[in-house]
């Protein structure tokens, strides 16, 4: 086994797993962005002439049969090889010979793992949204089927307004569907090839065609200058993480919702029992544990945000190894994400409000306001006047 930085002399037990650490598994989901982004590599180096047609096409066809055997799970990132960059290369030369070798030139791990985390976010924030989208179509048949249900709307716990199941239901469906805009947004970071950088200061002598690998992989612009590259480590990250954070703010305080709502004292909702889990002591309880599991989980996705911001705080320029502390809470936070909209998509459509107990907490308070509003239109007076009048207020002196 040869690590692409290996110059022939042994390393230290203890320094390699301290220094690899979990990239060896958290790379298993790059596999397959780092060989799309490395054939898109080999076919530029074959079009400037730097690569003959035969090998190109030889490179190409190892590295997607290496793809292949991967996703059929018959081989994995050994801590040995330390990334999917080595991982790859070692058994593309074995597959090839030396001209496997040849795959390198004009690059760096550095833009090689950009390109391949680019290319995974850019299906990660096509997947959130896929399975926000599936909330939004649970949101939207508990409004379809259950929307009429009246409901007291809150203001600090307190009863305030009349509302329903329809603008519970509508609210937090909007603002999800805002979250997923959000993520959109993050694209702009996402979606710019780093090929070509090298290790930030991009290739010595060769003349490299950064338009073709953006083109043939689909990203909207080529990172320029080089030495923004490196510096740009994080942002794309912290951006996405961000959107998931409000994402999960969202879905936690839906989740925040339906534990209260189904409480005894409340009483608004009744849980399928298929949702609920059960006390080892107590025979009667059914409790709601994957909301509040929900609801922690969201308030806990922004210490992943923290980790990232955290990792760039400070770094001078240029590259650092720092920047592998990256991956684990960006790759956690997605997964989390992933996690959560999953099941509340599910676990929503086991909601059923409770018309009786509803329709009994719209007590008479919650006309209040209304009241008001309406002496304004019938009486003409100012609606401050009208608001003391339906608080009880004593109408003030005239002269005071």
Same mark, same amino acid.
Request: with cysteine; glycine share 10%.
């Given at each position: 086994?040869?690590?692409?930085?290996?110059?022939?002399?042994?390393?230290?037990?203890?320094?390699?797993?301290?220094?690899?650490?979990?990239?060896?598994?958290?790379?298993?989901?790059?596999?397959?962005?780092?060989?799309?982004?490395?054939?898109?590599?080999?076919?530029?180096?074959?079009?400037?002439?730097?690569?003959?047609?035969?090998?190109?096409?030889?490179?190409?066809?190892?590295?997607?049969?290496?793809?292949?055997?991967?996703?059929?799970?018959?081989?994995?990132?050994?801590?040995?090889?330390?990334?999917?960059?080595?991982?790859?290369?070692?058994?593309?030369?074995?597959?090839?010979?030396?001209?496997?070798?040849?795959?390198?030139?004009?690059?760096?791990?550095?833009?090689?793992?950009?390109?391949?985390?680019?290319?995974?976010?850019?299906?990660?924030?096509?997947?959130?949204?896929?399975?926000?989208?599936?909330?939004?179509?649970?949101?939207?048949?508990?409004?379809?089927?259950?929307?009429?249900?009246?409901?007291?709307?809150?203001?600090?716990?307190?009863?305030?307004?009349?509302?329903?199941?329809?603008?519970?239901?509508?609210?937090?469906?909007?603002?999800?569907?805002?979250?997923?805009?959000?993520?959109?947004?993050?694209?702009?970071?996402?979606?710019?090839?780093?090929?070509?950088?090298?290790?930030?200061?991009?290739?010595?002598?060769?003349?490299?065609?950064?338009?073709?690998?953006?083109?043939?992989?689909?990203?909207?612009?080529?990172?320029?200058?080089?030495?923004?590259?490196?510096?740009?480590?994080?942002?794309?990250?912290?951006?996405?993480?961000?959107?998931?954070?409000?994402?999960?703010?969202?879905?936690?305080?839906? &989740?925040? $919702?339906?534990? @209260?709502? %189904? +409480?005894?004292?409340?009483?608004? *909702? =009744? /849980?399928? !029992? #298929?949702?609920?889990?059960?006390?080892?002591?107590?025979?009667?309880?059914?409790?709601?544990?994957?909301?509040?599991?929900?609801?922690?989980?969201?308030?806990?996705?922004?210490?992943?945000?923290?980790?990232?911001?955290?990792?760039?705080?400070?770094?001078?320029?240029?590259?650092?190894?720092?920047?592998?502390?990256?991956?684990?809470?960006?790759?956690?936070?997605?997964?989390?994400?992933?996690?959560?909209?999953?099941?509340?998509?599910?676990?929503?459509?086991?909601?059923?409000?409770?018309?009786?107990?509803?329709?009994? &907490?719209? $007590?008479?308070? @919650?006309? %209040? +306001?209304?009241?008001?509003?309406? *002496? =304004? /239109?019938? !009486? #003409?007076?100012?609606?401050?006047?009208?608001?003391?009048?339906?608080?009880?207020?004593?109408?003030?002196?005239?002269?005071?």
């Amino acid at each position: 086994m040869t690590r692409l930085w290996d110059k022939g002399k042994s390393l230290d037990d203890l320094i390699l797993r301290f220094t690899v650490g979990g990239d060896h598994e958290l790379d298993e989901r790059l596999v397959s962005y780092d060989v799309r982004a490395s054939c898109a590599h080999a076919r530029m180096l074959m079009e400037k002439g730097y690569l003959s047609e035969e090998v190109c096409g030889r490179i190409v066809g190892a590295l997607e049969e290496i793809g292949r055997r991967h996703a059929a799970g018959e081989w994995r990132i050994s801590l040995a090889e330390e990334d999917v960059h080595t991982a790859l290369e070692n058994r593309l030369v074995a597959a090839i010979g030396e001209d496997g070798g040849r795959l390198h030139l004009g690059r760096s791990r550095n833009d090689q793992v950009l390109a391949a985390l680019r290319l995974y976010l850019l299906d990660v924030v096509h997947d959130l949204r896929r399975l926000g989208g599936k909330v939004i179509a649970s949101l939207e048949d508990i409004s379809a089927g259950q929307g009429d249900v009246p409901l007291p709307g809150y203001t600090h716990l307190q009863r305030a307004m009349p509302s329903s199941v329809r603008l519970w239901a509508e609210g937090f469906s909007a603002e999800i569907r805002d979250d997923l805009e959000g993520l959109t947004a993050v694209r702009r970071r996402i979606s710019r090839n780093p090929l070509g950088s090298a290790a930030g200061y991009g290739v010595p002598v060769l003349d490299l065609d950064r338009e073709a690998t953006a083109r043939s992989l689909g990203f909207e612009a080529v990172h320029e200058p080089v030495t923004a590259v490196q510096l740009s480590r994080g942002k794309a990250e912290a951006a996405l993480l961000f959107e998931i954070v409000l994402l999960l703010q969202d879905l936690g305080r839906l &989740a925040a $919702d339906v534990v @209260l709502f %189904a +409480t005894a004292e409340f009483g608004f *909702l =009744v /849980l399928d !029992e #298929g949702l609920t889990t059960g006390s080892s002591i107590m025979p009667q309880k059914r409790n709601p544990d994957v909301f509040e599991l929900v609801r922690g989980r969201a308030a806990r996705s922004v210490s992943l945000l923290d980790a990232v911001l955290l990792v760039t705080t400070r770094l001078p320029s240029g590259y650092h190894r720092d920047l592998q502390l990256l991956k684990g809470p960006l790759f956690q936070g997605i997964d989390e994400a992933e996690d959560m909209l999953e099941v509340m998509a599910h676990a929503l459509r086991g909601l059923r409000f409770d018309p009786l107990r509803c329709a009994a &907490a719209m $007590d008479e308070g @919650l006309l %209040a +306001t209304e009241k008001a509003m309406k *002496l =304004v /239109l019938q !009486e #003409g007076i100012p609606f401050r006047s009208a608001y003391r009048r339906v608080a009880g207020v004593p109408a003030r002196p005239k002269g005071e």
